[in-house]
């Protein structure tokens, strides 16, 4: 798979050579020379360029990639970047970082945005997750908001503690995709019970999410 991802700072870095060390080919883009820098990710491409302008991208050879990650540190950069890259190259995947939460709404496909980061939602998400029992946590939004990745510690007082999981009557438009118990990972069978304490991983839609939550722990209270 080939990546562009605009930005070459320390995140577009980490990226490439997370990629490359997936046996991904990654071709980095920055406009500040100081940026440039090939003895950081000796495996990728580089390109000193400006990938908000339509000549750079077409010097990147944009349609011949799989993937676009705009990465840079400018909310605004990462939105015609991804523009770009999805209506004047035809990228089929277009990865949009998120810096300030504010802007969160606009990297959408509208944007030619597939999928946002926003790292402040991340980080917040997995401080709650470490610290809640009994509580849905939202992960991850996939494809705007059409599906999430949600967890919950299930809490000793639920109801279906030491119930196998087929018998569980989950929502519709939710799935249990895992188990995390004791430090290993575990796929739901329809026999395999569920134990307080487990982690829990769905992925399921927004309209569900609370009905979700109050039938694992009924003691759920919302406002």
Request: hydrophobic letters at 40%.
């Amino acid at each position: 798979m080939r990546v562009a991802i605009a930005g070459a700072g320390a995140v577009g870095r980490s990226i490439a050579r997370e990629l490359i060390g997936n046996g991904h080919q990654v071709l980095l883009i920055d406009k500040e020379p100081g940026s440039i820098k090939p003895e950081r990710v000796p495996d990728a491409e580089w390109l000193l360029a400006d990938s908000c302008e339509l000549s750079s991208l077409e010097e990147a050879r944009l349609e011949h990639c799989d993937v676009v990650i705009a990465a840079t540190g400018d909310d605004k950069a990462n939105l015609v970047t991804a523009l770009l890259a999805k209506t004047e190259f035809g990228v089929p995947r277009t990865v949009g970082r998120v810096n300030h939460p504010d802007n969160e709404w606009l990297f959408t496909e509208a944007w030619g945005v597939d999928v946002n980061v926003s790292t402040p939602r991340i980080m917040s998400a997995l401080v709650e997750e470490a610290v809640t029992v009994g509580d849905l946590v939202r992960l991850f939004t996939f494809r705007q908001g059409q599906a999430n990745l949600v967890e919950m510690t299930l809490p000793a007082g639920s109801p279906y503690v030491g119930k196998p999981s087929g018998l569980i009557p989950f929502p519709e438009n939710c799935s249990l995709v895992t188990i995390l118990r004791d430090g290993q990972v575990y796929t739901p069978t329809p026999e395999q019970p569920v134990e307080a304490g487990d982690e829990l991983l769905f992925v399921c839609g927004a309209d569900v999410e609370e009905d979700l939550e109050r039938m694992l722990n009924p003691g759920t209270h919302h406002a």
